[in-house]
């Protein structure tokens, strides 16, 4: 809510008009949202491998403890002490240590892998002497290659698991792609020399999401961005 308003203050909108976008949005999701969840769900089933969904079972495991009385709250506790612990060290995000002793594996490297390339092209940046107009056009162009990254990897999600809701029907066809999307979706796809494929595409995603913000950094006279004046 914070980054709709915060985008609604650059783009020149009114508290009253975001809070009726918000409202808005609320009810169009809950339509629209439905059938990819069922989608899914019917594929691979949420707490699986391939849809953990680690922040909602921690929620779900939290909500249940508390209705239940079976909350752990000497944990609770002690993860209340380490919290404060680390707020009293200068910790610089307690937020992300917390993040990261939840989040399984594969998801918290795949975040590392992103910041060893976020400071691959902080470092390029500042070697070429970008100013700091240069530098926020920069960062904005690599927000939204991610942010395309994203959206794109939740795509090709739905149509994975719509491959495999399909073969439901008995196609043969729609059969073998189940097979590939399940292998696609699961570490057994890397016990195949084929993982070789995906260290080659993510040397490809490095150039991209390097080589392409650096490119966005324009004119050093030219006026920063509305994000560079926040």
């Known amino acids: 809510l914070l980054q709709d308003f915060k985008v609604g203050y650059i783009l020149g909108g009114t508290p009253a008009k975001i809070q009726k976008a918000e409202l808005i949005a609320v009810v169009v999701a809950s339509l629209v949202m439905y059938f990819p969840l069922a989608l899914l769900n019917t594929a691979f089933g949420f707490g699986s491998r391939q849809?953990?969904?680690?922040?909602?079972?921690?929620?779900?495991?939290l909500a249940q403890g508390i209705v239940g009385g079976e909350m752990p709250w000497p944990l609770v506790g002690?993860?209340?002490?380490?919290?404060?612990?680390?707020?009293?060290?200068?910790?610089?995000?307690?937020?992300l240590v917390a993040?990261?002793?939840?989040?399984?594996?594969?998801?918290?490297?795949?975040?590392?892998?992103?910041?060893?390339?976020?400071?691959?092209?902080?470092?390029?940046?500042?070697?070429?002497?970008?100013?700091?107009?240069q530098h926020a056009r920069v960062e904005n162009?690599?927000?939204?290659?991610?942010?395309?990254?994203?959206?794109?990897?939740?795509?090709?999600?739905?149509?994975?698991a719509g491959l495999v809701a399909l073969a439901l029907a008995q196609q043969p066809w729609l059969r073998v792609a189940a097979v590939w999307a399940k292998r696609l979706t699961?570490?057994?796809?890397?016990?195949?020399?084929?993982?070789?494929?995906?260290?080659?595409?993510?040397?490809?995603?490095?150039?991209?999401?390097?080589?392409?913000?650096?490119?966005?950094?324009?004119?050093?006279?030219e006026p920063a961005p509305p994000t560079a004046m926040m």
Do not use: C
Request: net charge neutral.
């Open 99 to 133: 993040v990261g002793m939840y989040l399984p594996f594969e998801t918290t490297f795949a975040i590392f892998v992103g910041g060893v390339f976020r400071t691959l092209g902080d470092w390029l940046a500042k070697k070429r002497g970008f100013n700091e107009a």
């Open 78 to 95: 002690v993860g209340i002490f380490f919290g404060i612990a680390m707020i009293m060290m200068q910790v610089r995000s307690p937020m």
């Open 141 to 160: 162009a690599g927000v939204l290659t991610a942010s395309g990254l994203i959206a794109g990897e939740s795509l090709l999600g739905l149509l994975w």
């Open 186 to 221: 699961s570490w057994q796809f890397f016990t195949h020399p084929l993982y070789l494929v995906g260290i080659v595409v993510m040397a490809l995603l490095a150039l991209l999401m390097i080589a392409l913000p650096l490119t966005a950094a324009g004119d050093p006279k």
């Open 51 to 61: 849809l953990a969904a680690p922040q909602a079972g921690l929620m779900a495991a």
